[in-house]
């Protein structure tokens, strides 16, 4: 097998329009594309028959994109309705979604204003290992799903493209 990148990751929520206004409204992502899927190859794909989806997929701002052009997706199941499952981080299955942040703290301040739950009461200093002299903290969607904030250390490089490291813009 020979993959050469993500596509993208994708969380199930239990109400789009609430799920859209948390990672949009709130979190500044944009929506890429919005669409109903009610069709036999999504049932096929899914493995629900009847299956009936709300689908949103959205992207970072500014941030380096593949070519789905989206990062993120959001599907609400308007049929079959599934139970809501725990999603505890220490969970066997349960996601975790990293965002990188240049200003930790300025975040975390605004997003504890706005009522968004947080793991921790402050963001957390890496004190050792490979991101040491950076920041984190979990927090919560409306659904429970584990999200992470972190600011790396400032001499971190941004990222890599075939290897090679790309220092921050």
């Known amino acids: 097998m020979a993959f050469n990148g993500v596509w993208h990751a994708s969380f199930t929520v239990s109400n789009m329009d609430q ?4 990672y949009c409204g709130l979190l500044g ?3 890429m594309h ?4 009610h069709n036999e190859y999504t049932a096929k794909l899914v493995g629900f028959e009847g299956a009936h989806l709300d689908v949103a997929m959205l ?6 994109v593949g070519p789905s052009n989206h990062h993120l997706e959001l599907v609400e ?3 079959p309705r599934g139970e809501k499952t725990d999603v505890t981080t220490n969970r066997p299955g349960a996601p975790h979604l990293a965002f990188v942040t240049d200003d930790i703290h300025g975040d975390y301040a605004r997003l504890s204003a706005a009522g968004v739950r947080f793991k921790a009461p402050d963001p957390v200093a890496f004190v050792a290992g490979i991101n040491q002299g950076g920041f984190a903290v979990y927090f919560l969607d409306p659904d429970d799903i ?3 904030m972190l600011q ?11 290897g090679v490291p790309v220092q921050r813009p």
């Open 19 to 22: 799920s859209l206004e948390f």
């Open 29 to 31: 992502l944009e929506l």
């Open 77 to 79: 199941y308007i049929h």
């Open 59 to 64: 992207r970072i701002p500014n941030a380096f």
């Open 34 to 37: 919005r669409q109903i899927q």
């Open 146 to 148: 584990t999200l992470e």
């Open 152 to 162: 790396p250390p400032a001499d971190r490089p941004w990222g890599s493209v075939n």
